[in-house]
DNA sequence: GCCAACGTTGGC
DNA sequence: GCCAACGTTGGC
């Protein structure tokens, strides 16, 4: 089964690499995404077993490290929970409209793999992340660019 | 703090 | 169905 690779965004004053790291088996929930864009990425092509880069977005802007899909998508309770900041009131149990994956958390980078680091390599011209307007709080990946992003944390390329 | 990008909402 | 207004994201 071919491997599929994926970026997901964080911003860390709210759920940065860290807290990842701390939580209960150094997995998190996955939740809270209300783009359907993203919300399709989640519960059309995330598989288990699947690699992730953990992107710090706001003043950090850079690629903290890897982690791992763990669990596939799932609906995402928060959309259930009135509570919730991410409540949907268009959303039931028996329709979801919203999905959570579990990811865990893997290797820190060393040094964290800046914006600026990113838009030096050749092979990352295309990369989602670097296009103008990207919004997307999680998109996939090609196995070229991961690689290229691995080849900068490992410090095999300037940055 | 500002602003560009972009998705969503709601009036028509 | 169109589009202006609005809210959010995220780089700078």
């Known amino acids: 089964m071919a491997r599929g690779y ?72 928060t959309q259930f929970d009135p509570a919730e900041k991410g409540f949907d009131e268009r959303s039931s149990p028996e329709n979801p409209r919203w999905y959570a994956v579990d990811i865990k958390a893997g290797r820190k980078f060393a040094r964290p793999v800046t914006l600026d680091a990113l838009r030096d390599v050749p092979e990352l011209a295309d990369m989602r992340l670097l296009r103008r307007g990207n ?8 196995a070229p660019e991961w690689d290229a992003v691995l080849q900068v944390a490992k410090g095999r390329r300037p940055g």
């Open 6 to 77: 994926w970026l997901v965004k964080s911003d860390p004053d709210t759920f940065g690499w860290d807290e990842f790291v701390a939580s209960p088996d150094r997995t998190t929930m996955w939740d809270g995404v209300r783009n359907y864009q993203a919300r399709n990425f989640l519960r059309d092509e995330i598989r288990k077993g699947d690699q992730v880069l953990f992107y710090h977005s706001q003043q950090d802007r850079a690629v903290v490290g890897t982690a791992r899909v763990v669990r596939a998508a799932y609906p995402d309770p």
């Open 135 to 142: 919004r997307l709080s999680v998109f996939p990946v090609t």
